[in-house]
């Protein structure tokens, strides 16, 4: 006769959280020490955020290559055009610093990171040094910022995408919660149950173990257990949500795709999504042409409304056909 023994319990770890969540849009508190507002959004989360996902940084390229695209001339070189737009479309503002002539006259303006701006009381403008405690201070006047307004606050603009931020990270955590789920054992989502006498604390011990090191390079062992002379339901496996993660999956991939696409305005023609349907997206040509005659018009808004300040204007043009 085996020995009596306790009941004995264990549990796979705590769960471990993939990406931590962000600070809600608040209003751009002023910094009295620092003499600066803080942006409403951290700019390094905003910037790395760009990369986590495919479709969010598929948007993010399509729509700067298109602003690119229309931007003929201006005060601006067109590399400085080009990642002006890139923070304009990742931060919702860009900067710009005017250089000026021996004369005052404005004759060029040239790019300035986004993600180490920030903006001060009466039109001065400082940008961070990186291991420096001492910012760089710009006068009244020296820098320009075309920005996406945001109504909550009028200091720093906030990104068109705004509204599929959750989505970003929903779609992102499920691509992570996927690898995890393969890399560390997706056969343990189950509870192996005992119940024989004939099983001691070895036994036990046994089985605990080869259970623990099914993860990682062994996750797809198989495990034997014999107990002579045991009853007919002395083990049991009982799943737990394994094909409920494997349905989930696919589910909330393409939920959340499709709620990025409609955050950024874009068809998923011009995303690179692959249709669903024979029929494809249609004419892909006057697709795109509706997209540049409506939807980068309006992004390049914020350049054309320093039109009026700029000698030299800013010019752009749509249809490239002609």
């Known amino acids: 006769m085996a020995d009596a023994h306790k009941e004995l319990?264990?549990?796979?770890?705590?769960?471990?959280?993939?990406?931590?969540?962000?600070?809600?849009?608040?209003?751009?508190?002023?910094?009295?020490?620092?003499?600066?507002y803080e942006p409403p959004l951290s700019r390094p989360g905003l910037a790395k955020l760009a990369n986590a996902n495919a479709?969010?940084?598929?948007?993010?390229?399509?729509?700067?290559?298109?602003?690119?695209?229309?931007?003929?001339?201006?005060?601006?070189?067109?590399?400085?055009?080009?990642?002006?737009?890139?923070?304009?479309?990742?931060?919702?503002?860009c900067f710009l610093q005017n250089r000026f002539n021996g004369l005052g006259n404005l004759?060029?303006?040239?790019?300035?990171?986004?993600?180490?701006?920030?903006?001060?009381?009466?039109?001065?403008?400082f940008q961070l040094q990186n291991g420096l405690a001492d910012p760089v201070e710009f006068a009244a006047g020296e820098v320009a910022m075309p920005l996406q307004y945001d109504c909550a606050q009028s200091i720093y603009g906030v990104p068109d995408w705004i509204g599929a931020f959750n989505d970003v990270f929903l779609?992102?955590?499920?691509?992570?919660?996927?690898?995890?789920?393969?890399?560390?054992?997706?056969?343990?989502?189950?509870?192996?149950?005992t119940n024989d006498d004939k099983m001691n604390d070895d036994d036990e011990k046994a089985i605990r173990e080869k259970i623990e090191a099914g993860k990682g390079v062994g996750n797809f062992r198989s495990m034997f257990i014999n107990i002579p002379g045991g009853g007919e339901k002395a083990v049991q496996l009982i799943p737990v949500g394994e094909v409920g993660a494997k349905d989930e999956f696919e589910r909330i991939k393409s939920m959340s795709k499709s709620d990025i696409l409609?955050?950024?305005?874009?068809?998923?023609?011009?995303?690179?999504?692959?249709?669903?349907?024979?029929?494809?997206?249609?004419?892909?040509?006057?697709?795109?042409?509706?997209?540049?005659?409506?939807?980068?018009?309006?992004?390049?808004?914020?350049?054309?409304?320093?039109?009026?300040?700029?000698?030299?204007?800013?010019?752009?043009?749509?249809?490239?056909?002609?």
């Open 171 to 193: 779609n992102s955590e499920a691509t992570l919660f996927r690898r995890r789920y393969f890399k560390n054992g997706s056969q343990m989502g189950f509870i192996l149950y």
């Open 262 to 322: 409609v955050g950024h305005g874009m068809q998923a023609a011009l995303a690179g999504v692959m249709p669903e349907n024979a029929g494809g997206f249609g004419d892909l040509d006057k697709i795109q042409s509706f997209y540049r005659t409506n939807e980068v018009a309006a992004l390049v808004q914020p350049f054309l409304e320093m039109n009026d300040q700029l000698p030299a204007r800013l010019r752009f043009e749509f249809d490239l056909t002609a």
């Open 55 to 93: 479709t969010h940084k598929r948007c993010l390229n399509f729509k700067v290559q298109q602003m690119a695209l229309v931007y003929k001339r201006g005060p601006l070189s067109a590399m400085d055009f080009r990642r002006a737009a890139r923070d304009l479309m990742t931060f919702g503002d």
């Open 9 to 36: 319990t264990f549990t796979f770890g705590d769960p471990e959280p993939v990406i931590n969540g962000v600070q809600d849009l608040l209003q751009a508190w002023y910094s009295e020490p620092m003499k600066y």
């Open 107 to 125: 004759t060029r303006q040239v790019h300035l990171p986004a993600v180490n701006m920030r903006r001060g009381k009466e039109g001065r403008f």
